[in-house]
């Protein structure tokens, strides 16, 4: 039998991902490390700048997109991902969205409501929150607050934050919806050069249209929602959304995997309910302390003892089988896009 990370002893047989090899005391290769993409889990990749998350988190996509019932979603902050589209010989199929935007009756109107800033007991958030109730567009909702009779500086407040979030041009009642989102390929939302408020709305949507798409039951594929640099949607309005998923998402068959450098800046329950973590080198103390915080009472040794040294190499611990493993990360099939750029790359004069 495989050992497989997120598998218990006692659960189904189903599609696995190849992750790396188990990495032996002299940091020899050992046997074949494969993660569970059967059923929903919650994972946590950390590291600090160039030890290997977003080559981590390729690696997972790859071996999402080879498996069967699952549709992985992956956040590309830093416009790193784009590369896992231009294999399509290999069985590793991934489409891109550019300039992503979501359809505003996505977000509900506590959504709205936060992510304009405005609180929904006051007057223009109340209006806000009634207008993305009975309106689905933009144009909608905003002719919905001014025919309302209520104090011009409310219906003036309201319109204002509205037309600050047309803005940003992430709203489209074509938006990405649940089948854009829900195929068997990987689909990348490539944010990368938006502000972190329209890069927060995208997620947030994403995130309740995944979530929603589950508990109706209208889409089949179990949904991997894929975000890397995940501290600046946990910092922002997405962070509810990932939350909702993280506590709530194990039932209706929702899978979260964020990737970050920096685990202070995670929220406690973003450690806590994820039952893998895949933990690169970290040197930072407040990072250490962090995972340290949470480290699980069969894990013998501190974090910082196992810490690896190579990029590549990671701790993995695992709740499912109460185990910790030392290994170290395939190769990507696909070309790692975010690998830092040299200047004797250059081919100048001088
Ligand atoms: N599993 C691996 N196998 C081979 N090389 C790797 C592996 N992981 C990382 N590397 C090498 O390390 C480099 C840095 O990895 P990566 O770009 O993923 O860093 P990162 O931790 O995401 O950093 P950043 O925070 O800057 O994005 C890669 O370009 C690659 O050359």
């Not at 993995?316 to 990360?329: F, L, Q």
Request: charged content about 20%; glycine content about 10%; proline content about 6%.
């Amino acid at each position: 039998m495989t050992f497989v990370i997120g598998r218990g002893a006692d659960e189904a047989d189903g599609p696995v991902g190849h992750l790396g090899h188990y990495r032996a005391l002299d940091g020899s290769a050992g046997a074949p490390l494969y993660l569970d993409l059967n059923g929903p889990h919650a994972a946590l990749v950390v590291g600090k700048r160039g030890y290997g998350k977003s080559y981590t988190l390729g690696v997972l996509a790859e071996a999402l997109a080879q498996a069967s019932g699952v549709a992985p979603i992956l956040i590309d902050p830093m416009g790193v991902f784009d590369t896992l589209a231009a294999s399509p010989d290999d069985g590793i199929s991934a489409s891109v969205l550019d300039n992503p935007a979501i359809d505003p009756s996505t977000l509900d109107p506590r959504s709205w409501c936060a992510l304009v800033g405005l609180d929904p007991e006051s007057g223009a958030g109340g209006l806000l929150w009634r207008a993305a109730q009975e309106c689905a567009a933009l144009e909608a909702m905003r002719d919905r607050i001014e025919s309302v009779d209520a104090p011009r500086s409310d219906v003036r407040a309201a319109v204002n934050h509205l037309d600050l979030a047309a803005s940003w041009g992430v709203f489209e009642s074509e938006g990405i919806g649940e089948t854009d989102l829900c195929g068997p390929e990987i689909t990348v939302i490539d944010v990368s050069g938006m502000d972190g408020a329209p890069m927060n709305a995208i997620c947030r949507g994403v995130a309740e249209t995944l979530y929603r798409a589950r508990v109706t039951g209208s889409v089949d594929r179990l949904p991997w929602l894929v975000v890397d640099e995940a501290h600046t949607f946990f910092d922002g309005v997405a962070g509810p959304a990932l939350e909702a998923i993280l506590t709530r998402g194990r039932a209706p068959g929702v899978s979260f995997v964020a990737a970050t450098q920096r685990p202070s800046s995670v929220p406690a329950v973003g450690i806590s309910q994820s039952d893998i973590v895949l933990s690169h080198r970290l040197t930072s103390r407040s990072d250490l302390e962090a995972l340290e915080r949470a480290r699980p009472t069969y894990m013998n040794a501190t974090i910082e003892e196992r810490m690896p040294d190579a990029p590549g190499d990671v701790v993995v611990i695992d709740d499912a089988t109460e185990t910790t493993h030392a290994g170290r990360v395939r190769e990507r099939e696909t070309t790692h896009g975010g690998a830092s750029p040299r200047a004797s790359d250059v081919f100048v004069d001088r």
